[in-house]
């Protein structure tokens, strides 16, 4: 008999968690304005707010904090990840910046100006606004199956060359790069492939055009290629992620997803001319080039980190989990974005909720009710995250409208994912009933959905 799967890890410290009563929720949902940003996180059962930040380190990654050099200039947890990274990406130039946004910052202070355009397969939200900040536009090139969450193709993440190019021909002087978001968070964690990625690099030296990597999730999108694309079942996760980064000249890394550390990012590239033009905004707003954004040992677990989750057997062990979910929730009929995602399972909650008019967001009440149900945390990809339209100020109800289920990496076990899903499941059974939604009470002009005041219907 073949023998099952199990963790490619065992598990060393624990923290524990509380289960908690429907009272003390509905109180607790009340005074978080229905907003599970609001949250304290101990009100929270099974926490799936993000996989950003919230992974579990290795030990030898606490290991590699002990060794931390705090130094200003030159430290060795510098070089250290320097040479982590130039072996994974063969990127020579490497800043060190807080996060991923403070690198989207850093690089394009230099890249960005008023009035240029950004192609690219869905832009995170930060990406987008430190784009839109600059008054310059992110315009969004992914490929239109995206937006079906039940057609099952696989790299659903990809961007449509054809919008592309067009973009190029029309606009080619405003343009300053191309940025591919490897995996394609806002599509729902789905993979770009590498025949994409090539057909990418060709249009962009066609037209002389830089291609940065946004690569939160660059290790998941590599095993996806290796799972999934023609060719690369024999290539090490390794050596697909070298192939990824030789059609790119540069990248952006929250490094809070992939280098499983709690904080951290970095930006890393081949030219010259961004590093130089980059570094001074480094020490501006990050810290000195050595260090940038981060303590020594942070940069000491992140090499750990990196080298660790490009190794097949941790990125398996994570997908499977995320997959396990999914066939939970394909046994209870629950609708999603197919196939599922890396790093989260994207709930189709305009699929579910079909009484709630998206008026009254049906994706955050989604979202409201499994908190209220078993007290766990999700979060709403959808109408409230959308914002309203700059110019019309009215809401934006084109995208889609999705709950999503982030799972940390090496956090919850398969026992957890059961009980998200049959909690999902007994919200899904009584939908039928649920005929209100939500009403904003009060909203901040951008970036609403943290800080949102919501009333129950
Ligand atoms: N790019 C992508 C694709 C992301 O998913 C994120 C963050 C960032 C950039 C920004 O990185 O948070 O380190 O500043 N995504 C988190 C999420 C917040 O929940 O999906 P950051």
């Known amino acids: 008999m073949e023998l099952p799967f199990a963790e490619s890890w065992k598990i060393k410290m624990v923290e524990p968690i509380r289960k908690s009563t429907r009272e003390e929720r509905e109180q607790w949902m009340k005074e978080a304005y229905y907003n599970v940003f609001q949250l304290r996180s101990d009100q929270v059962y099974i926490d799936?707010?993000?996989?950003?930040?919230?992974?579990?380190?290795?030990?030898?990654q606490w290991a590699a904090m002990m060794m931390g050099d705090e130094s200003y200039a030159g430290a060795s947890s510098f070089f250290n990840l320097k040479e982590t990274i130039t072996r994974l990406t063969g990127f020579e130039f490497i800043i060190p910046t807080h996060q991923g946004r403070a690198a989207e910052n850093v690089l394009f202070s230099y890249l960005v100006h008023e009035g240029d355009i950004i192609p690219g397969n869905s832009h995170f939200d930060t990406t987008k606004g430190h784009i839109e900040g600059r008054k310059a536009i992110a315009l969004d090139c992914t490929i239109d199956e995206a937006k079906n969450t039940q057609l099952e193709i696989p790299f659903k993440g990809n961007v449509d060359c054809t919008k592309l190019e067009k973009a190029l021909e029309d606009f080619g002087d405003r343009i300053p790069f191309i940025i591919v978001t490897i995996t394609n968070n806002t599509a729902g964690g789905q993979p770009v492939s590498m025949q994409n990625l090539r057909e990418v690099r060709v249009l962009a030296q066609k037209y002389n055009k830089p291609v940065l990597f946004d690569s939160a999730r660059f290790a998941e999108n590599a095993y996806f290629i290796k799972i999934r694309e023609e060719g690369y079942a024999d290539k090490s996760i390794k050596e697909i992620t070298h192939e990824m980064f030789s059609l790119a000249d540069g990248m952006t890394m929250s490094a809070?997803?992939?280098?499983?550390?709690?904080?951290?990012?970095?930006i890393a590239t081949r030219l010259q001319d961004w590093y130089d033009g980059a570094k001074g905004y480094c020490v501006q707003y990050e810290g000195y080039l050595t260090y940038g954004g981060m303590n020594g040992r942070d940069m000491n677990a992140l090499a750990v980190g990196l080298d660790e989750n490009t190794e097949f057997d941790m990125l398996h062990t994570r997908i499977h989990q995320v997959e396990y979910?999914?066939?939970?929730?394909?046994e209870y009929g629950i609708p999603y974005q197919r196939p599922a995602g890396g790093h989260a399972i994207f709930v189709d909650a305009s699929k579910i909720l079909t009484h709630v008019p998206k008026e009254e967001f049906p994706a955050q009440t989604?979202?409201?009710?499994?908190?209220?149900?078993?007290?766990?945390?999700?979060?709403e990809i959808g109408y409230i995250l959308a914002d309203r339209d700059p110019a019309t100020r009215e809401n934006r109800f084109g995208g889609l409208d999705l709950l999503r289920?982030?799972?940390?990496?090496?956090?919850?076990?398969?026992?957890?994912?059961?009980?998200?899903?049959?909690?999902?499941?007994?919200?899904?059974?009584?939908?039928?009933?649920?005929?209100?939604?939500?009403?904003i009470a009060w909203e901040a002009p951008l970036m609403r959905h943290f800080t949102v005041k919501l009333e129950r219907l």
């Open 48 to 60: 799936l707010i993000t996989d950003s930040g919230t992974g579990a380190m290795s030990d030898r």
């Open 256 to 266: 809070k997803k992939d280098g499983i550390v709690n904080m951290g990012g970095f």
């Open 325 to 330: 979910l999914a066939q939970k929730l394909d």
């Open 366 to 379: 989604l979202t409201v009710e499994l908190f209220l149900e078993a007290g766990i945390r999700g979060c």
């Open 405 to 439: 289920l982030a799972i940390p990496r090496r956090v919850y076990t398969d026992n957890h994912m059961n009980v998200v899903a049959v909690a999902l499941k007994n919200v899904f059974d009584r939908r039928e009933n649920i005929t209100r939604g939500m009403h």
